[in-house]
């Protein structure tokens, strides 16, 4: 079984930067992870993946060019680097593990959840 804790949301201007970290404990190594966001009234929707070994990644359109995943696997930590942020990308945003069917872009496909952590895009 895994846990995971998101942090480093919060409050940015349009335009500026944040890197939110997963931290894990239990076996990280081998799961494949994903972020993902959810805005209020909305469903959560697919934002970034990364392979066990953090050789393949894949985002949503919406975030391309702009968002970068990333692991540390000795330290089971994940993380989602985030910049030219927009008002639109408010959300909270969740990690998780992937491991049940469907493609990696479907929640479907993921069994262990975080909590989540509040990214608000205003001025």
Do not use: H
């Not at 949301?9 to 966001?37: H, I, K």
């Not at 069917?101 to 952590?117: D, H, I, L, N």
């Amino acid at each position: 079984q895994v846990q995971l804790v998101e942090s480093g949301g919060g409050l940015v201007q349009p335009g500026g930067s944040l890197r939110l970290s997963c931290a894990a404990s239990g076996t990280f190594s081998g799961y494949a992870m994903g972020w993902f966001r959810q805005a209020p009234g909305n469903d959560r929707t697919f934002v970034a993946f990364i392979s066990w070994s953090g050789g393949r990644t894949y985002y949503a359109d919406s975030v391309k060019g702009r968002f970068t995943i990333s692991r540390d696997n000795a330290k089971n930590t994940l993380y989602l680097q985030m910049s030219s942020l927009k008002p639109e990308d408010t959300a909270v945003y969740y990690c998780a593990t992937q491991g049940g069917g469907g493609g990696y872009y479907s929640p479907s496909a993921y069994v262990y959840w975080g909590p989540g952590t509040q990214v608000t895009v205003s001025s």
